[in-house]
């Protein structure tokens, strides 16, 4: 399980009309704790009107010769997200979990990587995109990223350079849905627009790994396409940004189970709803368990069932032979059984 460490924020710099990239200083004590995979992120915890507040963003800068640097996009009626947007400063303290998450791109000398990004989906892709292109020599890259303008469009700028110094390295297919602009497509990315990437533009490029990040919605179509154009379920690679609404497939039992939670090595018993998550109710209960997003899409919440059962109301992260390992995600499973046992240490 990840902990948290206060760290000083360096700087913040608007990277869109409605985003800002926060980089944070390291301190050498601190610098093994937060080496991570391009792909990963960081939970951030603060106090926002006498209301603890944890967001998990992915982090955007490269693993080498970079600050430590998340980006935040300002989303309606979110609460942390207009905070980092217009009241917090340089020289502030947050409290930053160590990096996280199974979403990561290794890179390999020779190979070749296709990406599709919509939104604030761009910040882990980012991370990706400045790691294989500085730590090789050969390999290559192609993004596919979408968003309503360019006005609109984090890291505009900073992807415009990294494709002007390689040139033939980079490559960057633009998509607006509202504007209309030299040297993009029009509309959304959905079935055509991959279609159009890899059966036509690409079609001479075996792709060690596809990577999707962005709404659910699109990530779905995407996949989907991808494998109808017999490319293998191994080599995609995705992270929900946005995550649709979902409701158990029945009524929730109004029961009671009996709960155990191993914890940093301390064991908690007890008695839980059976129509609740059971992060909730270990919150509820004064625990200091591991969470971030609360909606399923993160993976900060893993926990591995010892005994009994739990039924997930939503998964979008964990494979079926994790699942059948005893793996949930705590912020969707809800107990099924008299009795249940969950470890969040073994994960």
């Given at each position: 399980m990840s902990d948290f460490h206060a760290l000083t924020i360096q700087s913040i710099v608007k990277v869109?009309?409605?985003?800002?990239?926060?980089?944070?200083?390291?301190?050498a004590s601190l610098s093994d704790k937060y080496n991570f995979v391009p792909g990963q992120y960081i939970t951030l915890k603060m106090q926002i009107d006498g209301k603890e507040v944890r967001r998990a963003y992915s982090i955007c800068s490269a693993p080498d010769n970079e600050p430590f640097t998340v980006a935040v996009k300002e989303v309606p009626n979110g609460t942390f997200s207009a905070y980092a947007n217009h009241q917090l400063q340089v020289g502030a303290r947050l409290d930053v979990a160590e990096p996280e998450g199974r979403?990561?791109?290794v890179a390999e000398e020779g190979k070749s990587y296709l990406a599709f990004a919509a939104g604030s989906g761009i910040t882990p892709i980012l991370s990706m995109i400045k790691a294989v292109l500085s730590s090789t020599q050969t390999s290559r890259f192609v993004l596919v990223y979408g968003n309503k303008t360019p006005d609109d469009t984090m890291f505009l700028e900073t992807l415009q350079k990294i494709q002007a110094n390689y040139p033939e390295r980079f490559f960057i297919q633009w998509i607006f849905s509202q504007k209309q602009t030299k040297d993009s497509l029009f509309g959304r990315i959905e079935a055509s627009i991959v279609n159009l990437i890899v059966k036509n533009k690409y079609k001479e490029t075996d792709f060690a790994g596809y990577y999707l990040c962005g709404p659910e919605a699109m990530i779905d179509e995407v996949r989907n396409t991808l494998i109808a154009q017999q490319i293998t379920q191994d080599k995609i690679h995705f992270e929900l940004f946005t995550s649709a609404a979902s409701t158990p497939d029945s009524a929730p039992s109004k029961g009671m189970t009996q709960l155990t939670i191993l914890l940093d090595d301390d064991t908690?018993?007890?008695?839980?709803?059976q129509n609740k998550s059971v992060l909730e109710s270990v919150l509820e209960a004064?625990?200091?368990?591991?969470?971030?997003?609360?909606?399923?899409?993160?993976?900060?919440?893993?926990?591995?069932?010892?005994e009994g059962n739990a039924v997930m109301v939503k998964n979008t992260i964990l494979t079926d032979g994790e699942i059948a390992e005893g793996l949930t995600l705590t912020c969707q499973a809800r107990p099924t059984s008299d009795t249940l046992s969950i470890d969040y240490d073994d994960v």
């Open positions: 869109a009309s409605k985003a800002v990239a926060i980089s944070f200083d390291i301190p979403f990561k791109l908690f018993n007890i008695e839980i709803p004064g625990i200091d368990a591991p969470f971030s997003c609360q909606g399923g899409v993160c993976s900060t919440c893993i926990a591995r069932i010892k």
